[in-house]
């Protein structure tokens, strides 16, 4: 196995490389040259196993330069019972008969962005090692919320590394703040940048591509690298929970070998769905991959539609993490759709460039429109279903997987498709406690904790330690500063003038 881009089908890179280089020279993704299948009897084989050795298997189907000692390091210091608070590592809850929830939030930051950035830093350090000797490596990340956090837990102390988060000065919930600001570890520095998200992306942007800078990096042994969700191995440990929550199902004979469940996704940038796809392609019994959005809902239009338009207004919700008008996964998707045609890619995506819209061909709509089925909920809708599902049975969900529950039931009222099915559960409801308790009721108190009580107290559902604990826990990153300055910034701690 290699890696291609989807601009360019002659560009052949290991999986090392692709990791480190994150994106390919000329603007397109890396992905296998052909999908690894996974046999019923592969999936037999797993059904006893534990969570770390399922994704040792996933992992070692896909990375070529790794070795199996690698490997092991990687999924066993990722995927601990002490960082996820279970052994299970993304329990299946039921929710009605037939259908289950995927709970991929169990991480130390409380929402699935986990799942991939636990493991990414240990997949980049080995992969450096492999290809850019050894170098150290600084990773930059602009972030809104949710990514930011998870890359900050994923990367601390990881010998080899160093981390520098960017957050808008106010655009951040209280509790994403309190969980950078009080972030610990000795590789790991958070800034507050005055301006909104766009500002915060901008200014990584221009470190990233500033050649002075990447000369001075390269002179002290280091070099750039970005976290954020188009690397490869980020998707990569994505597909891992398809195929165990598979053998789950099957281990605790809810359903029977072959027989094939339904996928329901809270979508944003379409890297969740992706794997779940990419999971279907190798030989997991999957359906119908349903896709939930918010009311940006640019992928329900493009689904139905088979027309991309990103020139559209965009709305803040409730569930902010799917706030999103450029899917960037999608593009690995329509690769793989358009029977692997680098030139067509090339086409939509720089007619998206400068139109900000485009039109794929029929036949790919066709496919398109039989492995997935699209839907959108408003945040009306979002909160009457956290409501309707926790009276009914007692289970409290967060905003986002309260979109792709919505979503699901519109699904099976308009289908009348029956099959057993899995909803992706992205976030803990103590992340959005606020949202969530608006659904519950209109008594909300002020503060941060004293929701998470009455949200507690409402649902018995147990408060994530992760999120309890820093309330005592001692701000550590109090810096403001404009934009303008993010460079200085970076080249005073590295130390880059010295
Ligand atoms: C990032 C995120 C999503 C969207 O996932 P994509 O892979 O970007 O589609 C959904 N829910 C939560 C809670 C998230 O943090």
Redesign the pocket.
Known sequence: MYYNSTRNNNISKTASQVITQGISEEGGLFVPNKLPEISEKDILGLINKNYVERAEYVLSLFLNDFDEVEIKYCAENAYTSEKFGCDEITPLAKLFDGTYMLEL?HGPTC???DMALQILPYLLTTSAKKSVDNKKIVILVATSG??GKAALEGFKDVEGTQIMVFYPENGVSSMQKRQMTTQEGENVSVCAVKGNFDDAQTGVKTIFTDNEVKNKLAQKDMMFSSAN?INWGRLLP?IIYYVSCYCELLKTEQITMGEKINIV?????????LAGYYAKKMGVPIGKLICASNQNNVLTDFIKTGKYNRVRDFYTTI?P??D?LI?S?LERLLYDLSGRNDEKIKEWFNSLNQNGSYEIDVDVKEKLQQEFFAGYCSDEDTKKTIKEVFDKVGYIC?T?TAVAVKVYEDYKKETKDDTKTVIVS??SPY?FTDSVLKSLTDNIPQDDYEQVETLNNMTKLDVPVQLSELKEKQVRFNKVIDKKDMIKYVSDLLELDK
């Open positions: 939030w929402a699935f962005k949710d990514t969700s994505q996704v809270p979508t944003g940038n379409f890297g969740n769905i569930s993490s799917m999103i899917s996964n967060d986002h992205t976030a992340k």
